[in-house]
């Protein structure tokens, strides 16, 4: 094996190690913001269910309810 081979090894290994760093940082930033979107639309939900709630005994004095959630 001559040296250029070696050269050549060293490129091609640091590149894939580049490649390898930016689909890692990529994919977990991926993961990052689907966690964040689901966290999102969790709240919203209970949101819309609380609102619903409160609406239906708001008008009804005197009324104790206790809503499942």
């Known amino acids: ?6 050269a050549e090894k060293i490129f091609v ?6 490649i390898v760093g930016l689909m ?3 994919g977990y930033k991926g993961i990052k913001g689907m966690v964040g979107q689901g966290e999102a639309v969790q709240f919203a ?3 819309s269910e609380m ?4 609406d239906a005994v ?3 004095f ?3 309810t206790q809503p499942i959630i």
């Open 45 to 47: 939900q209970f949101k």
């Open 51 to 54: 609102e619903t709630n409160f």
């Open 24 to 26: 890692l940082i990529y």
């Open 62 to 64: 005197g009324t104790v």
């Open 1 to 6: 094996m001559n040296k250029k081979a070696q």
């Open 58 to 60: 708001r008008y009804r």
């Open 13 to 18: 290994y640091a590149l894939m190690v580049i």
